[in-house]
């Protein structure tokens, strides 16, 4: 089965700086790669997702990166706020009509500094 | 409003009980989950469900049963608690790439304790 790998698994950058969270997958067949974001108590949200036809998308502040050769995915966070703290999960899922199961990384817990 | 809704919210119950942890999701999604998720911590899939009466076991390994008897309703059985079921568990629906392919929505969680 596919294997998610995260790194790092803590994170503090100061306000205002980028912060950038690296995965990766063990399936060369994944081909949907999502983020999500996890507050404190609350509920995991979609915050931006790749598909393995695409190396690159952006949301404003937020961007990921895929490199299908080595297999790894990356989330970049660009002039941070404190409200981009919170615990975000990478995943890996191969997409395929009726099978969207995903397997999540072990998060990132990313502390913004005022 | 849309949403998906998770019973109860927190439980604390002895050794041995049985319990069933409730998801409902308005959604009209087809496809539901159910995670465990320690606080903050990885996110692991114990049952998953494409439609009523289709149901299959995760990656991780569960001591609980699932149902899907209507399409808004999912819930999770456990036969007899033990402490080392204490976790919190996440219910989610997809749509399955009609709208919004593939984005999986969560409830708010049950946070059990065994004690």
């Known amino acids: ?114 | 409003e849309a949403d998906i809704y998770q019973t109860p919210r927190y439980l604390v119950i002895g050794t041995g009980k049985k319990i069933t942890l409730e998801c409902s999701q308005t959604m009209g999604h087809d496809k539901m989950y159910w995670y465990q998720q320690d606080p903050g911590m990885e996110l692991h899939l114990i049952h998953y469900s494409y439609g009523v009466n289709s149901t299959e076991k995760g990656d991780l390994s569960s001591e609980s049963t699932v149902s899907r008897i209507r399409t808004e309703h999912f819930p999770l059985t456990l036969e007899s608690a033990r402490p080392s079921h204490t976790s919190q568990y996440l219910c989610a629906s997809s749509d399955g790439g009609r709208f919004s392919p593939y984005e999986q929505y969560f409830g708010p969680g049950t946070r059990l304790t065994v004690t």
């Open chain 1, 1 to 114: 089965g596919e294997n998610v790998e995260q790194h790092p698994s803590t994170l503090s950058v100061q306000e205002g700086d980028s912060a950038v969270i690296k995965c990766t997958y063990s399936d060369s067949a994944s081909n949907y790669f999502p983020w999500y974001k996890q507050e404190l108590g609350k509920r995991p949200q979609l915050i931006i997702d790749i598909r393995s036809n695409v190396g690159e998308k952006k949301d404003q502040r937020i961007a990921v990166t895929l490199n299908k050769t080595a297999k790894h995915f990356s989330l970049h966070i660009t002039e941070t706020q404190p409200e981009d703290s919170a615990v975000y999960f990478c995943a890996a899922s191969l997409s395929n009509f009726g099978n969207e199961k995903l397997t999540f990384g072990t998060g990132t817990r990313l502390t913004i500094i005022p």
